[in-house]
């Protein structure tokens, strides 16, 4: 193989195919492929793919429309295809030319059916398979690259946020989607891509991932805020939950209360050599026993990178050593249906000398009105 790959992504990558199934690895757009490459295209109806084998030189196939990008992204060979031709029998040929093993063909779980299926029916031969024994598993411990990343997404998250709730108790009477298109603002501003949020009102807060609406914000309730964004296609993650008026319900002070232990235990236990269940049960513990365990209805945390969800999770069941490099959320809720709902998130990363915690934006219940 070229000596251009040396050190990178794809020679990673090679090397544990070397050792390991598959074989060879199909990667169309999806988190897998920016992992790979550092970039991915819009993905769209129009074959992309991303062709790797132990011993053979990568190539790229994709519609000449992207033949810039292709370019930028992948320093090796590129394969052009035009509207109106076929491109499945033409990487086909390719992979046989090539000598690229087909037995046994990998692709990344998100590859989507219209790449999937004729995919499977060119290659009928092959027998197809995910890639996560081999992507999973790398992109589990973050390097110091992918550290840095999620440390600005963080950062710029909590400033996000900051300089929405500026505007205080002037949110009363505003709609959860007013509020998601400032927060978003902020976001794009300070330099996040791809911005979301459950934005939650009153009784939505009890609903952990209620979509968000028009509802709006009044006083006398709560408004829960779990939002995030990428910087350099690295995820910040974090939920905090805010008081409008200006006597909130004691109800509500105590379960806040009891949530900010839950996230505060369940940090002390995020140690090397511990397990991710055990994060999980620090949270648990707390919450169960001050009478709410029945309300607190997820797991703690999920791994998070390029994707804001990733494997492995803070649940019951995870026995996965906590090591540097690992990066996860902390995120212990409870929600009573009707009413409110209550969730404190963070992001916690794994360092040699333990857990940092990547957001700073405070955790003690606000009050606005």
């Known amino acids: ?14 090397e544990t195919m070397a050792v390991r199934p598959p074989e060879t690895l199909l990667l169309t757009p999806s988190s897998a492929m920016k992992y790979v490459l550092g970039r991915g295209p819009v993905v769209d109806e129009r074959l992309f793919v991303l ?16 033949a810039q990008e292709a370019g930028e992204m992948f320093p090796g060979d590129a394969i052009f295809w035009q509207d109106g031709e076929n491109p499945y029998p033409m990487l086909y040929r390719e992979l046989l030319s090539r000598h690229y093993p087909l037995a046994r063909v990998a692709v990344d779980r998100s590859t989507q059916a219209c790449f999937l299926l004729p995919l499977m029916e060119t290659m009928q ?30 950062l710029l998250g909590d400033e996000a946020l900051t ?89 509500f002070v105590k379960i806040h209360e009891i949530v900010r232990e839950a996230n505060a235990a369940a940090r002390d236990a995020a140690c090397l050599g511990n397990s991710l269940q055990e994060v999980d049960r620090a949270a648990r513990r707390v919450i169960t026993q001050a009478g709410y ?56 990363l794994m360092g040699e000398d333990g857990v940092e915690i990547l957001h700073h934006y405070p955790r003690e219940l606000f009050c606005f009105g």
Not at 243 to 250: A, K, L, V, Y
Not at 306 to 314: F, G, K, Q, T, W
Request: a negative charge; one cysteine or more.
């Open 51 to 66: 062709a790797l084998s132990p011993g053979r030189d990568p190539f790229l196939l994709c519609n000449a429309l992207y």
């Open 163 to 251: 300089r929405t709730m500026e505007r205080g108790d002037a949110w009363i009477g505003h709609t959860e989607a007013e509020f998601f298109a400032q927060l978003s603002y902020e976001m794009t501003a300070l330099g996040l891509s791809e911005p979301g949020a459950c934005v939650c009102a009153g009784a939505h807060a009890a609903d952990p991932h209620y979509t968000g609406g028009n509802s709006p914000i009044t006083a006398g309730s709560c408004l829960l805020v779990d939002f995030g964004g990428t910087f350099q296609n690295y995820y910040t993650d974090m939920t905090r939950t805010f008081w409008f008026g200006s006597t909130p319900d004691p109800e």
């Open 1 to 14: 193989m070229s000596a251009k790959y040396e050190g990178t992504r794809i020679d990673r990558v090679l």
């Open 293 to 348: 365990g029945e309300y607190f209805i997820h797991r703690t945390g999920h791994g998070v990178g390029i994707d804001v969800h990733e494997s492995p999770n803070a649940v019951e069941g995870e026995t996965s050593v906590l090591k540097p490099g690992m990066a996860f959320s902390i995120e212990p809720g409870i929600y009573l249906p009707g009413r409110f709902g209550v969730r404190i998130e963070d992001l916690a």
């Open 125 to 154: 031969e092959s027998l197809f398979d995910t890639a996560s024994s081999v992507l999973d598993a790398m992109r589990v411990y973050k390097d110091s690259e992918e550290q840095k990343r999620l440390r600005q997404a963080c």
